[in-house]
């Protein structure tokens, strides 16, 4: 079965940034260089300080996020689902990822336990977000999974099979060389850069009706630049 990926666009009616005390171009400025290259929360932080710039970054890249779901291609009907490991403030915490067959990420959700709570948060929140149920569901053989999806998506086929899964998992590789330079996660909250991560991946693969003409290398600045014209 062939599924689209598409859905026609809207833009947001309003600036996500009503209420910001910083003009949208500097907000953006700040949330680009934190979440496209290679630098630390606190690297971030020292270059914005220097031009007199204090910003939180977690909420920001929040709101470009949520402005930016209006252009956001639905996702395909086949979710990969798996979990990882990071580290917050030196306490292991669980990672649930999931993409579909465009290699979109769905959506990521950080919790303290790999357990049926867990996952339930996770496709509900997905699905409300998305406003979207999968057709198909991927797994490991993790025993959470079975009664989860039986309770929230009874027609799905949930498919259990050894490498099925392989693709997320390489997926979580992108997550951790990421998270490599940041020098450690030291809250909760802060660990919501995981989400911005994601975004920014599904802008680089062409999953946001943004920079879609512009040439790979600068469909981010492209994005970014259309994304700032309705905000």
Same mark, same amino acid.
């Given at each position: 079965?062939?599924?689209?990926?598409?859905?026609?666009?809207?833009?947001?009616?309003?600036?996500?940034?009503?209420?910001?005390?910083?003009?949208?171009?500097?907000?953006?400025?700040?949330?680009?260089?934190?979440?496209?290259?290679?630098?630390?929360?606190?690297?971030?932080?020292?270059?914005?300080?220097?031009? =007199?710039?204090?910003? !939180?970054?977690?909420?920001?890249? /929040?709101?470009? &996020?949520? @402005? *930016? +779901?209006?252009?956001?291609?639905?996702?395909?009907?086949?979710?990969?689902?798996?979990?990882?490991?990071?580290?917050?403030?030196?306490?292991?915490?669980?990672?649930?990822?999931?993409?579909?067959?465009? =290699?979109?990420?769905? !959506?990521?959700?950080?919790?303290? /336990?790999?357990? &049926?709570? @867990? *996952? +339930?948060?996770?496709?509900?929140?997905?699905?409300?977000?998305?406003?979207?149920?999968?057709?198909?569901?991927?797994?490991?053989?993790?025993?959470?999974?079975?009664?989860?999806?039986?309770?929230?998506?009874?027609?799905?086929?949930?498919?259990?099979?050894?490498?099925?899964?392989?693709?997320?998992? *390489?997926?979580?590789?992108?997550?951790?060389?990421?998270?490599?330079?940041?020098?450690?996660?030291?809250?909760?909250?802060?660990?919501?850069?995981?989400?911005?991560?994601?975004?920014?991946?599904?802008?680089?693969?062409?999953?946001?009706?943004?920079?879609?003409?512009?040439?790979?290398?600068?469909?981010? *600045?492209?994005?970014?630049?259309?994304?700032?014209?309705?905000?």
């Amino acid at each position: 079965m062939k599924y689209s990926n598409r859905r026609r666009p809207s833009l947001p009616p309003r600036s996500a940034f009503a209420g910001f005390r910083f003009p949208p171009e500097v907000i953006m400025v700040a949330v680009r260089l934190y979440l496209r290259y290679d630098l630390s929360y606190r690297d971030v932080e020292e270059l914005l300080i220097e031009r =007199g710039v204090e910003a !939180d970054h977690v909420t920001v890249f /929040r709101l470009l &996020a949520d @402005a *930016a +779901r209006f252009c956001r291609h639905a996702p395909g009907g086949r979710w990969i689902v798996d979990e990882t490991y990071v580290k917050v403030n030196g306490v292991w915490r669980y990672v649930h990822r999931a993409v579909d067959q465009h =290699g979109q990420v769905i !959506d990521v959700l950080l919790s303290t /336990r790999r357990d &049926a709570a @867990a *996952a +339930r948060r996770f496709f509900r929140r997905a699905m409300t977000i998305l406003k979207a149920r999968p057709t198909e569901v991927v797994t490991d053989a993790a025993p959470v999974y079975p009664a989860v999806l039986d309770e929230l998506v009874p027609s799905a086929w949930h498919h259990v099979e050894r490498h099925a899964n392989n693709r997320i998992e *390489a997926d979580h590789s992108q997550l951790k060389h990421r998270l490599r330079p940041m020098r450690g996660l030291q809250t909760d909250r802060t660990a919501q850069i995981i989400a911005g991560h994601a975004f920014m991946q599904n802008l680089r693969r062409g999953h946001y009706e943004l920079g879609v003409d512009a040439p790979r290398g600068l469909r981010v *600045a492209a994005a970014f630049t259309e994304l700032a014209t309705p905000i």
